[in-house]
């Protein structure tokens, strides 16, 4: 646990069943908003009402609207390029990951001076310009809360995390309505990435009182409601503790860490495209029970807040295994897949596997159990 910590939020966050509304009253001052998003949300239609709060204040706006899924850098860099051209002088974001991600990066690359490329080797080179404020359409990344942005660099075949405190967001909303029709699959991939970050981030070697108020909350708020959430269209009071359970994991990540779970499925999302969230869903209980010795604390210490009735498990040793079998239980009510070879992966792509996960040592060193290239072969291979 670290001595020394610090936290870094939002400048505000809104929440509950009317925080959209506060659009109004944010735009004040505001001349033209560029609106990041993707196909998938102005589909869905759900693009529509923020944008219309937009629009009654009088702010002009341009709609960025063509981001891929799961960008690489250079994509990204393509959608920052007609942003700078837009003469925007805020940011919104009205999306998942990907959106948010490329608006931070956005808002610290407004001039010319530097590109995401730049970035990669020196994150502190982007120098908050704009403005921004985030409505997240899922309840999982937790990118709202942090100064993460994750880019595809295709060299690599890997996912690189750019970390720069100026990226956290000005204003987040948080508001239900945004995730009522998700999708199961979405739904469920996203829940589990939250899921990640709060077990991750609680038993970091960066954990810290801050990061395990924030992380231990959203663990027990997501473990106690993301099936519900997930199955039940109408489950709103479900929906709504994973809306704030996913920003409370990602405050946690801005305090502490993620660790191997996130370490080792980066590979997975940067060659193969596998879905962010379910590639940490791979490898979380694998990881989890490959950290077990290290963590067996920290897991009693959250069996004991998650478990509210029929508390079966005494010793710490019961308490820990509890917490990782739940864990299972969770991602496999989920259907989310478990295996590589749905992906046709197989023992050929091993190497390439060990070699590029044991390449992010940035979350690596935070893992309590160090991970030695034949502990990360051995864990793709508990997923082959």
Same mark, same amino acid.
């Given at each position: %646990?670290? !001595? ?9 966050? /809104? ?8 659009? !109004? ?22 693009? +529509? /009402? ?10 002009? !706006?341009?709609?960025?609207?063509? &981001? ?15 942003? $700078? ?23 610290? &690359? ?8 730049? &970035?990669?080797? #020196? ?10 404020? %985030? ?48 999708? $199961? ?17 609680? !038993? ?12 231990? +909350?959203?663990?027990? %708020?997501?473990?106690? #409601? ?15 503790? %994973? ?28 060659? /193969? ?88 040592? $940035? ?15 051995? &864990? ?5």
């Amino acid at each position: %646990m670290l !001595t020394d910590y610090v936290l870094q939020m939002p400048r505000a966050v /809104y929440g509950g069943e009317h925080a959209l509304e506060n659009i !109004t009253g944010i735009m004040q001052g505001v001349k033209k908003a560029a609106v990041f998003t993707d196909q998938g949300i102005i589909g869905a239609g759900l693009l +529509e /009402y923020p944008l219309s709060l937009i629009k009654e204040t009088g702010v002009e !706006t341009v709609v960025l609207g063509d &981001l891929p899924a799961e960008p690489t850098c250079d994509q990204t860099q393509e959608v920052i390029n007609r942003f $700078r051209e837009s003469g925007a002088d805020f940011i919104v974001a009205v999306g998942g990951g990907s959106v948010m991600d490329t608006a931070k990066l956005a808002s610290v &690359l407004s001039t010319e001076n530097f590109c995401v490329r730049d &970035l990669l080797d #020196n994150p502190s080179l982007g120098e908050k310009g704009i403005k921004t404020l %985030m409505i997240p359409t899922t309840a999982g990344t937790g990118s709202e809360a942090t100064p993460n942005s994750i880019v595809a660099v295709p060299e690599k075949e890997l996912k690189v995390g750019i970390v720069n405190a100026a990226m956290i967001a000005d204003y987040v909303i948080l508001d239900s309505r945004m995730i009522k029709m998700l999708p $199961r699959k979405i739904a469920a991939a996203t829940g589990v990435d939250a899921l990640a970050h709060a077990i991750e981030c609680f !038993t970091s070697k960066k954990s810290n009182p801050f990061s395990d108020t924030f992380a231990l +909350e959203a663990l027990d %708020m997501i473990m106690n #409601n993301i099936e519900d959430a997930c199955d039940k269209p109408e489950a709103m009071d479900a929906k709504k503790a %994973m809306l704030t359970a996913s920003f409370y994991a990602g405050v946690a990540i801005t305090a502490s860490g993620t660790t191997a779970v996130h370490a080792l499925s980066y590979p997975l999302g940067g060659k /193969y495209h596998i879905p962010h969230g379910v590639a940490n869903a791979m490898m979380l209980v694998p990881v989890m029970k490959f950290n077990e010795p290290a963590c067996r604390e920290k897991f009693a210490l959250a069996y004991d807040r998650i478990v509210k009735t029929d508390k079966t498990a005494e010793t710490p040793e019961e308490k820990s295994a509890w917490i990782i079998n739940r864990l299972d239980e969770i991602v496999k009510h989920l259907e989310i897949p478990s295996s590589l070879k749905d992906y046709g992966i197989g023992s050929n792509d091993l190497e390439f596997l060990v070699t590029a996960g044991m390449g992010v040592q $940035r979350l690596l060193v935070n893992n309590m159990r160090e991970v030695t290239p034949d502990d990360a072969r051995n &864990l793709y291979l508990e997923i082959m």
